[in-house]
C-alpha cells in the first residue's frame, strides 16, 4: 500500500500543489491512502494538521518537517504502508519508510542566500532524504544533474519526468497582439528582471512591460526603485496576481512572453505561453532549452543587450512572431499531464510491487 503526502497542498494551488493534484488522476490505480489536511473526494484520506503548508509561512513549514520525521514514520507503519511518495524533497530520515521523492529544483544552492532557510534546507536536510530515498523524480534533465552533482547521487537512482500545462485554460485565443512584453512568475534575484528592466529601456517608448506575479516585499520594492531610476514608472506596470480566468487573455494579447531566468528547474510558463500562441524569448540556460525546444529565441541572460536585441526583433517583425506563434503552438502539444501523470504512476508501482 502506497501513502501519498499531500500535506503541503495550499488553499490557491499554484506550483507545486499544481504539480500535486494534476497527478492525482493517475495515482488512483495504485489505491493510495492520501496524507492531506482536507478530504479530496474519491480518494482514502488520513486527515492531518492543515497548517503544514506555505498558507502559514515559515512557521507551516518547520511544522510540517517536524511532522515528517516524527509522527509520519507512525503513520506509515499503523497503515502498514509500503511506499510512501511526495511531492517535495522531504521523507523521515530515521525511520524504516521507502520513499520516493520529487525534485523540482536546486536553485537555492545554485544561488545561495546564507540568510534564508531554503539554502540551509537545501543543503543539508534535502541531500540526507534523497540519499535514503529508494528513487528520485525530477522535472528535467538539467534538475537530474543538479541531484548528481550537487548529492553525489548516481544517476540510475533519478527518473526524470517533464511537466505540462493546463490545456482547458491556456489556449489560442487569435486576439490582436497589444503594445506590450510580458513576464510571469516570481520576482526572485534568479528571475533576472532587474537586467530584463534594464534591457527594455532600450526599446522604443511605445512598448510597455507587464510584470505578473505576487508582490514580493523583499524584492519587489528593488525592482520598483531601478523602474524610477530609469524613469520607466509609466512604461512598466507591476501588475501582481492575475485570476487564472483573466490571466490567458494577458498572455494571448502580448508582444511576447520575456523569460530571462538565470536557473530553472523547467520553466512552467513557457509552455503557457507557447499554448497562447505567444512568442516566447527565454534563456539558453538550465531546464529552459529542454522545455522551448526549436520554438523560442534565446538569450545569453546576463546579457543585457542580447536580451534587448531579441525584444526588438520581435517588436518589428511579424513575420517572426507568426513563425514563433507556430512552432510553439505545435512543440507544446508533446506536454500532457496525462504523460506526466502515467509515467509517475508507473514509477511507483514500479517500486510498489519490490
Given amino acids: ?53 506555505a498558507d502559514f509561512g515559515a512557521r507551516g513549514h518547520w511544522q510540517r518537517l517536524h511532522w515528517t520525521q516524527w509522527k509520519l514514520p507512525k503513520i506509515y507503519q499503523s497503515l502498514t504502508a509500503s511506499l510512501l511518495f511526495s511531492p517535495v524533497p522531504e521523507a523521515p530520515l530515521f525511520a524504516k519508510c521507502r520513499s520516493v521523492v520529487m525534485v523540482h529544483d536546486f536553485i537555492p544552492l545554485r544561488f545561495p542566500n546564507w ?30 544533474a543538479d541531484i548528481v552533482n550537487f548529492c553525489q547521487i548516481p544517476s540510475h537512482k533519478i527518473t526524470s519526468i517533464p511537466l505540462a500545462f493546463d490545456r482547458e485554460q491556456f489556449q489560442f485565443l487569435d486576439l490582436p497582439a497589444a503594445n506590450y512584453f510580458l513576464y510571469l ?30 508582490y514580493d516585499r523583499r524584492y519587489t520594492p528593488k525592482l520598483e526603485a531601478i523602474v524610477k531610476e530609469l524613469e520607466l514608472t509609466d512604461r512598466v506596470k507591476f501588475l501582481g496576481y492575475i485570476p487564472h480566468d483573466k490571466l490567458v487573455t494577458v498572455i494571448n494579447q502580448a508582444i511576447g512572453l520575456v523569460f530571462p531566468s538565470l536557473w530553472e528547474g523547467f520553466g512552467l510558463p513557457v509552455l503557457e505561453a507557447m499554448a497562447c500562441g505567444t512568442p516566447v524569448i527565454t534563456s539558453k540556460v538550465s531546464a529552459l532549452p529542454e522545455t522551448a525546444g526549436d520554438a523560442a529565441l534565446f538569450v545569453d541572460p546576463y546579457n543585457i543587450d542580447d536580451i534587448a536585441d531579441k525584444m526588438k526583433q520581435l517588436a518589428r517583425s511579424d513575420a517572426l512572431r507568426n513563425h514563433l506563434r507556430s512552432l510553439g503552438l505545435k512543440h507544446c502539444q508533446s506536454f500532457s499531464w496525462q504523460k506526466t501523470g502515467q509515467q509517475t504512476a508507473q514509477v511507483l508501482a514500479n517500486y510498489l510491487d519490490r
Fill in 115 to 144: 540568510g534564508s532557510p531554503l539554502t540551509y534546507y537545501h543543503r543539508f536536510y534535502v541531500p540526507l532524504v534523497l540519499q535514503n530515498a529508494i528513487h528520485i523524480l525530477c522535472n528535467s534533465r538539467a534538475t537530474a
Fill in 185 to 214: 512568475g516570481r520576482q526572485d534575484p534568479h528571475k533576472n528582471l532587474a537586467r530584463l528592466i534594464q534591457a527594455f529601456q532600450q526599446l522604443e517608448k511605445n512598448y510597455e512591460l507587464w510584470i505578473v506575479g505576487g
Fill in 1 to 53: 500500500m502506497i501513502l501519498v503526502n499531500y500535506s503541503c497542498l495550499i488553499t490557491k494551488p499554484t506550483g507545486i500543489s499544481i504539480y500535486a493534484l494534476k497527478l492525482l488522476p493517475y495515482l488512483k490505480q495504485l489505491d493510495p491512502i492520501l496524507l492531506v489536511g482536507k478530504s479530496i473526494p474519491d480518494f482514502q484520506c488520513q486527515l492531518v494538521a492543515n497548517t503544514m503548508n
